[in-house]
């Protein structure tokens, strides 16, 4: 029976080693995995402020080609309303000289 307690006390401090070995290992890998996330969350933070600031100067381009296109609107409006205005006076010399030609009869 002596034997088989030695036997039996071997395989009990052999597998409590295992036992502290893999115990060892899976806080080192737990370790490493936390720094993993935290370096993916610091990175998940960034990229949403990034993102923030991104759309940011998306809606600023947006609204600067908004005011562009308005002030290209502007210019175009500006140049049919003084080319109606030398048409109409146009019409207002014609009508004056028929005016005048009338009268001169």
Do not use: F
């Amino acid at each position: 029976m002596d034997a088989q307690l030695k036997s039996l006390l071997v395989r009990l401090e052999t597998r409590t080693r295992q036992l502290v070995l893999a115990y060892t290992q899976l806080a080192a890998d737990y370790d490493s995995l936390q720094h993993r996330l935290v370096a993916a969350e610091e990175e998940q933070m960034r990229l949403r402020e990034e993102n923030v600031r991104l759309q940011q100067m998306y809606d600023h381009l947006k609204m600067a080609k908004y005011i562009d296109l308005c002030d290209d609107d502007k210019r175009l409006n500006r140049q049919r309303i003084n080319k109606m205005v030398r048409e109409i006076d146009k019409c207002i010399a014609m009508l004056k000289s028929t005016a005048s030609d009338d009268n001169d009869e």
